[in-house]
């Protein structure tokens, strides 16, 4: 009574061999890599040169290719780009942590202790400028 459907519905899944995907521990890697560069860019416009080429060889570990290095200069104020850099490696320690990646977890450490320094010595009475 019917004619059967000869074509396959849009609706019904495709086949998951025609997707590429990632492992968990590819993703972090990404998102490790990512979270560096962007901490690498402030770094870099703070003019750490060696802390920059630290975290520029974490990058190229992460990425198999060494990263774009442009320090871009926002006029920001260096207590505005300490910060910046440690909420940045804060993020960079939680994916470290998180994938197990012990070098990446030290480095991510030592430049939040770092801007921290920074940030402690550019404040008058000893609290951290701008810390809520």
Do not use: N
């Not at 416009?45 to 570990?61: C, N, S, Y």
């Not at 920074?118 to 951290?128: C, F, I, K, M, N």
């Amino acid at each position: 009574m019917y004619e059967p459907i000869r074509t396959p519905s849009v609706h019904s899944p495709a086949d998951e061999a025609d997707f590429p995907h990632r492992s968990r521990e590819e993703e972090l890697d990404i998102q490790l890599a990512g979270h560096l560069a962007a901490l690498l860019a402030v770094t870099d416009e703070l003019g750490l040169g060696p802390a920059g080429d630290r975290i520029a060889e974490q990058v190229a570990r992460l990425r198999g290719a060494p990263p774009a290095r442009h320090a871009a200069l926002t006029d920001a104020a260096p207590a505005s780009l300490h910060r910046r850099a440690h909420a940045l490696a804060g993020r960079a320690l939680v994916v470290a942590a998180s994938r197990a990646d012990t070098t990446a977890a030290i480095l991510s450490a030592q430049r939040m202790d770092a801007h921290t320094e920074a940030l402690a010595a550019a404040a008058p009475s000893g609290h951290l400028v701008g810390a809520h």
